[in-house]
């Protein structure tokens, strides 16, 4: 009975928390600017787009972002400064850069934008080649005679921080659409965050046939970068019931503006699945 009586007495804590949290909501940080995007070894054409920040509980404008426009961008390589040109009403931000692959040397952002300059840096390391014996996914024959993945989103304790991409085949990833939402999947080098609340794996099934290819990207993280996005899902991802309010996960980027310029390597494959069967 005291049992009982001990939990309903947390659980009436924990409504009365969530009401006092709808009632008092977490003030959103108050930034000029999001700076999306980077450079990347897949493609010369490189894109980056500034928004305009929204609150927390404005769904509304998280589902029409406003688009910064007239701002002035470019990219130092380490040795030439390269302007981007916006695609007009876009916020999109682009430019050709021949120098897309100086590896282990730093890339820097610099934004002009409403009286105001903004910087950030990061450093291009080169991805571990794509290795059949370690890809993120699991294959399992089904009944129906195809066969099932399933692609875990998180594996922790890696020995190299990498984002994975895995497609069907057909389709590809195009860095300049910043709406699409790809299926991005993530390996870190640390653990898991909440040892005592140990986290539900979240992982992404496809049915498939046996006979179908799998295009498969992998693209190398800084290690500033990995510390950004493991902050990130803290906030996202791995957010529970006993977690605190949202935090405020500041990126790369100097002065008041958020988000995180990356500078990443990528390597792209198609495998066969029966070649990662091991048939």
């Known amino acids: ?66 688009p910064i426009s007239n701002a002035v961008l470019s990219v130092n390589d380490g040795v030439h400064d390269v302007p981007f040109t916006e695609i007009p009403g876009t916020g999109i931000y682009t430019a050709v850069m021949e120098n897309n692959d100086n590896y282990f040397a730093d890339y820097t952002l610099t934004i002009k934008y409403d009286h105001k300059e903004y910087k950030a840096v990061d450093r291009l390391i080169p991805v571990f080649p794509i290795d059949a014996n370690y890809i993120p996914l699991s294959i399992k024959k ?36 910043f709406n699409e939402s790809y299926p991005y999947s993530y390996s870190h080098v640390y653990g898991t965050p909440n040892a005592l609340h140990p986290l539900i794996q979240r992982a992404r099934i496809v049915d498939s046939g046996i006979n179908d290819n ?4 992998k693209y190398s993280i800084s290690d500033d970068y990995s510390i950004y996005l ?7 991802d ?10 405020n996960v500041k990126g790369n980027i100097s002065g008041n503006a958020n988000g995180f310029f990356y500078a990443i390597d990528v390597e792209v494959q198609t495998k066969s699945i029966k070649e990662l069967m091991g048939n």
């Open 1 to 66: 009975m005291k049992l009982r009586t001990g939990l309903w007495t947390f659980g009436l804590l924990l409504l009365l928390m969530g009401c006092k949290k709808q009632e008092e909501p977490f003030p959103s940080p108050m930034y000029d600017l999001i700076v999306e995007g980077g450079i990347n070894t897949y493609s010369k054409h490189q894109y980056i787009r500034l928004i305009k920040p929204v609150g927390f509980a404005d769904e509304e404008a998280s589902l029409n972002l406003k």
């Open 142 to 177: 089904a009944q129906t005679g195809g066969v099932r993945l399933t692609i875990p989103k998180h594996t922790f304790g890696t020995k190299n921080a990498q984002q994975w991409l895995i497609l069907p085949e057909g389709k590809t990833w195009d860095p300049g659409k």
């Open 214 to 217: 799998l295009v498969i990207y």
């Open 230 to 236: 493991y902050s990130v899902f803290q906030e996202t």
């Open 238 to 247: 791995w957010k529970g019931l006993l977690s605190s309010v949202p935090g």
